[in-house]
């Protein structure tokens, strides 16, 4: 289901999503979503959510890994097909595990600015980039600023949860069957937390280096 949909079903008191329903998410911006990735998802009328880092896009910078950045174009042609969600994803991508309230809302601001300037749309739900909890300054941006909000933890969501930290799995290629199935059902728990924990780690080990 979309994440709408799901937000709505966490905090209405309705209950929680139906047991089978999943979110699809994606991170970054890269050129391959509107040739490759949303094509598949209208096929089988499957709606999923994009988180956007807006500068790659803005100024066609190279993500790290060398993905080439989407256009603003091809977001569009997106959102044309009524079942893509834009999200952000920061501005520069840059990790809020240490941010200060000011950097916090630049990285926020300048994000739906140029959303709402570029799309005509005004994104609802956000991703932590690397899924590196925030500090508690950058963590009262993003309230303040959006309906929900996700980590990882390979976590199921049920109501009750805080919609501002909720979970969600990293799939890759080297998932087969069973571990797909494994982190569809919520399971897999530790392995997400260690993910945390790691991922924390080397964000404070780079800020003093």
Request: charged share 30%; net charge negative.
């Amino acid at each position: 289901m979309s994440l709408d949909r799901a937000v709505t079903r966490l905090t209405s008191g309705d209950g929680a999503p139906e047991a089978s329903s999943i979110v699809i998410t994606v991170d970054d911006g890269t050129v391959d979503w509107p040739d490759v990735l949303m094509p598949a998802l209208v096929e089988r009328g499957l709606p999923a959510t994009f988180y956007v880092s807006t500068d790659f896009v803005e100024r066609q910078r190279q993500f790290p890994d060398e993905g080439a950045p989407i256009t603003w174009a091809g977001l569009a042609d997106m959102l044309s097909t009524g079942l893509a969600t834009i999200g952000s994803h920061t501005h520069t991508h840059r990790v809020m595990h240490l941010l200060t309230d000011d950097e916090a809302r630049d990285e926020a601001d300048r994000s739906i600015e140029l959303i709402e300037d570029r799309l005509g749309v005004t994104p609802r739900h956000f991703a932590y980039p690397k899924a590196v909890a925030p500090s508690w300054a950058a963590e009262v941006v993003v309230r303040r600023r959006f309906d929900s909000a996700v980590l990882a933890g390979n976590r199921a969501s049920k109501p009750g949860d805080d919609i501002h930290r909720l979970g969600r799995h990293a799939l890759t290629v080297a998932d087969d069957d069973t571990s797909f199935g494994r982190k569809i059902d919520g399971g897999m728990l530790l392995e997400g937390w260690l993910r945390e924990r790691r991922d924390a780690w080397q964000v404070s080990r780079a800020r003093r280096s």
